[in-house]
Protein backbone atom coordinates (compact mmCIF):
# COMPACT_ATOMS: atom_id res chain seq x y z
CA UNK A 1 0.00 0.00 0.00
CA UNK A 2 1.49 3.03 -0.62
CA UNK A 3 0.29 6.58 1.33
CA UNK A 4 -0.97 9.66 -0.54
CA UNK A 5 1.92 12.31 0.13
CA UNK A 6 1.02 15.82 0.57
CA UNK A 7 -3.09 16.16 0.08
CA UNK A 8 -3.52 19.60 0.16
CA UNK A 9 -6.81 19.41 2.99
CA UNK A 10 -4.01 17.32 4.99
CA UNK A 11 -1.18 19.79 4.25
CA UNK A 12 -3.50 22.81 5.23
CA UNK A 13 -4.64 21.41 8.92
CA UNK A 14 -0.89 20.93 9.41
CA UNK A 15 0.31 24.36 8.30
CA UNK A 16 -2.60 25.97 10.61
CA UNK A 17 -0.86 23.78 13.64
CA UNK A 18 2.69 24.65 12.83
CA UNK A 19 1.56 28.10 12.29
CA UNK A 20 -0.68 28.11 15.36
CA UNK A 21 2.63 26.26 17.34
CA UNK A 22 4.86 29.29 16.47
CA UNK A 23 2.77 32.04 17.32
CA UNK A 24 2.64 30.67 20.85
CA UNK A 25 6.46 30.98 20.61
CA UNK A 26 6.28 34.35 18.99
CA UNK A 27 3.95 34.87 22.11
CA UNK A 28 4.95 33.09 25.26
CA UNK A 29 2.35 30.99 25.46
CA UNK A 30 2.97 28.39 27.39
CA UNK A 31 -0.53 26.77 27.51
CA UNK A 32 -0.51 26.23 23.64
CA UNK A 33 3.08 25.07 23.71
CA UNK A 34 2.44 22.37 25.96
CA UNK A 35 -1.08 21.90 24.31
CA UNK A 36 0.40 21.01 21.21
CA UNK A 37 3.23 18.15 22.03
CA UNK A 38 1.54 14.86 22.10
CA UNK A 39 1.11 14.11 26.21
CA UNK A 40 3.18 10.26 26.16
CA UNK A 41 6.20 9.47 27.34
CA UNK A 42 7.54 8.76 23.95
CA UNK A 43 7.65 12.18 22.85
CA UNK A 44 11.01 13.64 22.20
CA UNK A 45 12.16 17.08 21.90
CA UNK A 46 16.02 17.67 21.42
CA UNK A 47 16.64 21.52 22.01
CA UNK A 48 19.37 24.11 21.81
CA UNK A 49 21.02 22.60 24.65
CA UNK A 50 18.51 20.36 26.22
CA UNK A 51 16.94 16.38 26.00
CA UNK A 52 13.85 16.36 26.44
CA UNK A 53 12.26 12.93 27.22
CA UNK A 54 8.28 12.76 27.39
CA UNK A 55 5.43 15.39 27.89
CA UNK A 56 6.63 15.99 31.54
CA UNK A 57 9.71 17.03 30.89
CA UNK A 58 8.93 18.91 27.89
CA UNK A 59 6.19 20.81 30.04
CA UNK A 60 8.55 21.27 32.99
CA UNK A 61 11.16 22.94 30.32
CA UNK A 62 8.60 25.30 28.74
CA UNK A 63 7.86 26.73 32.76
CA UNK A 64 11.60 27.58 33.17
CA UNK A 65 12.95 28.05 29.56
CA UNK A 66 14.41 31.61 29.03
CA UNK A 67 12.07 33.28 26.47
CA UNK A 68 13.81 35.07 23.74
CA UNK A 69 12.37 38.80 23.25
CA UNK A 70 14.18 39.00 19.47
CA UNK A 71 11.40 38.74 16.73
CA UNK A 72 11.39 35.66 15.00
CA UNK A 73 11.52 36.07 10.76
CA UNK A 74 10.46 32.52 9.28
CA UNK A 75 12.85 32.34 6.02
CA UNK A 76 11.75 29.00 4.50
CA UNK A 77 8.78 26.31 5.47
CA UNK A 78 8.58 22.44 4.22
CA UNK A 79 5.59 20.32 4.98
CA UNK A 80 5.14 17.16 3.85
CA UNK A 81 2.42 15.14 5.22
CA UNK A 82 2.43 11.26 4.71
CA UNK A 83 -1.55 9.75 4.64
CA UNK A 84 -3.83 11.50 6.59
CA UNK A 85 -1.98 11.24 9.83
CA UNK A 86 1.52 11.63 9.81
CA UNK A 87 3.62 15.38 9.14
CA UNK A 88 7.29 15.97 8.97
CA UNK A 89 7.64 20.04 9.22
CA UNK A 90 11.16 21.70 8.44
CA UNK A 91 11.60 25.27 9.33
CA UNK A 92 14.16 27.88 8.93
CA UNK A 93 14.14 30.74 11.13
CA UNK A 94 15.73 33.79 11.22
CA UNK A 95 16.44 35.93 14.85
CA UNK A 96 18.59 38.95 15.15
CA UNK A 97 20.93 37.89 12.31
CA UNK A 98 21.40 34.52 13.67
CA UNK A 99 19.75 31.30 12.04
CA UNK A 100 17.75 28.43 13.79
CA UNK A 101 16.11 25.03 12.37
CA UNK A 102 13.17 23.30 13.34
CA UNK A 103 12.16 19.95 11.99
CA UNK A 104 9.20 18.41 13.97
CA UNK A 105 6.95 15.02 13.99
CA UNK A 106 3.24 15.91 14.03
CA UNK A 107 0.54 13.16 14.21
CA UNK A 108 -3.14 13.56 13.86
CA UNK A 109 -4.70 12.49 17.66
CA UNK A 110 -7.87 12.01 18.29
CA UNK A 111 -7.74 15.76 20.31
CA UNK A 112 -5.73 16.77 16.89
CA UNK A 113 -2.29 17.72 15.42
CA UNK A 114 0.17 16.72 17.78
CA UNK A 115 4.22 17.18 18.25
CA UNK A 116 5.65 13.85 18.71
CA UNK A 117 9.55 14.75 18.02
CA UNK A 118 10.76 17.76 17.82
CA UNK A 119 14.29 19.33 17.47
CA UNK A 120 15.93 22.72 17.04
CA UNK A 121 19.45 23.88 16.78
CA UNK A 122 21.54 26.78 15.60
CA UNK A 123 23.17 27.30 12.06
CA UNK A 124 24.70 30.73 12.93
CA UNK A 125 24.45 33.05 15.85
Not at 37 to 42: G, L, P, T, V
Not at 51 to 74: C, K, V, W
Not at 87 to 94: F, K, M, P
Amino acid sequence: MTAEIDRPEVVAEVRAALARYNAAIDNRDIATLKELFWKSDKTVRFGFGENLFGHDEISRYRDTAPQNSAPRRIANVVITTIGNDSAATSVVLERGGGVSRQSQTWARMPEGWRIVAAHVSVLKT
